[in-house]
């Protein structure tokens, strides 16, 4: 079975542009989280989507969103960069995300200039 | 709110020697999971463990074990004869019933395993 993957692995942007990273869960996984990692704030949730819906937000301002496609498919989208995002974005998924483990991807490093 | 501390920020032991990481959690909630994961430097988080907060037996797993003490709301993690491919940071993390997959970590432990 393949594992969670998320594209791309790396990704280099400039203040002020938008960003779009991907994640496709393990098959028949509904429920896919994201996460953020900076050597500063630690590992923090952003939010997750289960069967298309969001159906829990971390505290991040507006400018971080996401959504789901029917094929649980996930993608997160960051619009006006600013340098202190950069950081490493985890995407996990479960079953049905009751508390069954989580499968992280790989992570998609993103530096901002 | 849910809070975990992992006071141990870096961890350097020699192969072969026992080594306990340390977790300590702050919760409301009488019901909640703690989590163990590890991160080798690939950057992919594995699962390790997960428990709930009315079971406090403790669990042994090859040469990882953990502790988990309500009374004391820590949640410890030994590896005994630690080898040098156990090198990696390990999160503990705390889930609420209730809030789907969202899980609150601990800043984590650097753990390296020197040959």
């Known amino acids: 079975k393949a594992g969670v993957t998320q594209t791309p692995r790396y990704l280099i942007k400039t203040r002020g542009q938008q960003v779009t990273l991907s994640c496709s869960p393990i098959s028949g996984h509904r429920s896919v989280s994201w996460y953020q990692q900076t050597p500063g704030q630690g590992l923090q949730f952003l939010f997750e989507?289960?069967?298309?819906?969001?159906?829990n937000k971390g505290n991040f301002p507006g400018r971080f969103s996401g959504r789901q496609f029917s094929n649980s498919r996930s993608e997160m989208n960051v619009s006006t960069l600013e340098l202190g995002d950069s950081a490493l974005y985890l995407c996990?998924?479960?079953?049905?995300?009751?508390?069954?483990?989580?499968?992280f991807g790989p992570g998609t490093r993103l530096t901002v200039t | 709110a849910q809070k975990v501390t992992q006071a141990q920020t870096e961890i350097s032991v020699v192969e072969k020697e026992d080594v306990t990481l340390d977790c300590v959690y702050e919760t409301r909630d009488t019901t909640y999971y703690l989590f163990w994961y590890k991160q080798p430097p690939s950057g992919e988080l594995v699962f390790l463990i997960r428990r709930n907060s009315f079971d406090e037996q403790n669990e042994i797993s090859g040469r990882y074990s953990w502790n988990f003490q309500k009374s004391t709301s820590s949640f410890n993690f030994t590896i005994t004869a630690s080898q040098v491919v156990d090198s990696a940071v390990y999160f503990c993390?705390?889930?609420?019933?209730?809030?789907?997959?969202?899980?609150?970590f601990g800043e984590g432990t650097q753990l390296t395993v020197n040959p």
């Open positions: 993390a705390l889930s609420p019933p209730g809030s789907g997959s969202r899980l609150t």
């Open positions: 996990a998924s479960t079953q049905t995300g009751t508390l069954n483990e989580q499968y």
């Open positions: 989507y289960f069967s298309e819906t969001q159906r």
